[in-house]
């Protein structure tokens, strides 16, 4: 029987030791593509597997450095057993061109881009990388006026199709990078393979607790909910007028009048969070930000009852610790639902160009389990 034709020749990928693969990756993306790493890691565990985690929000305004630094994804990927080596210095100028001089000493006999924003960009990344290696890419349809993509893409020995959406009948996320993997290596993931998953260390876990006593949460005698507001764009952002209104809403329902509520704010907006929440005197209502550690979140979600999210990693991350989630969403992604439909409301904006907040207060309420 004759082996299924791979887009990397399968006596390469049997002869080679390391592999590097690139993405710019939201910690959404990773909650899903970490089930595909893993799963190579075990069909090849003769390949050390590289990741090289871009910047898009690259610049250099140094102020922002900082910030972009110590980007939570990094945690995550850095407990992560299946990879040899990260890069995750490219949030500048001078650092990316310092990383590309470093990832082209290491020699990669295959580069695997899967990067689908500019995935011109990200070709050219590639081949400068490994000048030699086998590298394999994303493309898009070159327009007349875009001959410098169709050279780019001319610089991949073999290239992965984007994926397009049936808004009749979207596939899943997770069905998408399951077709990436199938593709470049013939790799299988199963449906329940698929299923994100969070490994706490114990140090956050306890972290967790700690916090929760602090904030007077343990014991308890109602529910614990976590309401997470923030998106990266402010067309998947909620209004934190409508996360009050919702608190003062649910603490007038029997159901959840003792309730005690987590309002999530990302760093940056913490301070106004604080000042917008504070002003509402609510009660049993507290911020959290997970300032020093990506597993922070995850420890904190594990210890809910209900996690309320516009659409952003939170969402996922509620399916990975297997708490139940209202996703508030709009129509544009809908590949991006969360993956557990039995623990998963998800409610989407009405019309087609809705940003998220035009979803209700009242629409929540009306989705409580």
């Not at 450095?65 to 210095?89: G, I, N």
């Not at 210890?303 to 990975?320: F, G, K, R, Y």
Request: glycine share 2%; proline share 7%; with cysteine.
């Amino acid at each position: 029987m004759t082996q299924p034709q791979t887009l990397i020749p399968a006596d390469l990928l049997k002869q080679s030791k390391k592999i590097l693969f690139i993405a710019h990756l939201a910690l959404g993306d990773f909650t899903y593509l970490q089930n595909f790493f893993k799963a190579f890691a075990q069909a090849n565990p003769h390949l050390e597997i590289h990741l090289w985690v871009d910047e898009v929000r690259r610049t250099s305004d140094a102020k922002a450095w900082e910030y972009l630094r110590k980007y939570s994804l990094y945690d995550w990927v850095a407990a992560c057993p299946f990879f040899s080596k990260v890069y995750t210095r490219t949030y500048s100028p001078e650092l990316y061109e310092e990383s590309i001089r470093e990832a082209r000493q290491e020699h990669y006999p295959i580069v695997v881009s899967l990067a689908t924003l500019r995935p011109h960009q990200y070709a050219n990344l590639a081949r400068a990388i490994s000048p030699d290696g086998f590298v394999v890419g994303m493309t898009r349809p070159v327009r007349f006026y875009q001959p410098h993509h169709l050279f780019a893409y001319r610089k991949l020995n073999a290239s992965i199709p984007p994926y397009k959406v049936d808004r009749s009948a979207p596939q899943h996320i997770s069905d998408v990078y399951a077709h990436w993997f199938r593709q470049i290596s013939g790799l299988e993931v199963g449906a329940a393979e698929r299923f994100p998953f969070v490994d706490i260390p114990a140090r956050w876990q306890q972290y967790a607790q700690d916090t929760l006593a602090a904030w007077g949460f343990v014991p308890r005698q109602g529910k614990l909910v976590f309401i997470n507001p923030y998106a990266k764009t402010k067309k998947r952002c909620w209004t934190l007028e409508q996360v009050a209104a919702l608190i003062q809403g649910m603490q007038q329902q029997p159901h959840w009048r003792d309730s005690c509520f987590i309002v999530n704010a990302v760093p940056q907006e913490l301070a106004h969070a604080r000042e917008v929440i504070g002003g509402y005197g609510l009660a049993r209502t507290e911020l959290f930000s997970a300032e020093d550690n990506f597993f922070q979140l995850p420890a904190i979600l594990a210890q809910c009852d209900l996690i309320i999210s516009v659409e952003t990693a939170v969402m996922h991350l509620a399916n990975a610790v297997h708490v139940p989630v209202i996703a508030l969403m709009r129509q544009k992604n809908p590949e991006w639902v969360p993956i557990d439909r039995d623990n998963s409301t998800v409610i989407t904006a009405a019309n087609r160009r809705d940003w998220v907040k035009a979803v209700t207060v009242e629409q929540v309420m009306k989705a409580m389990p």
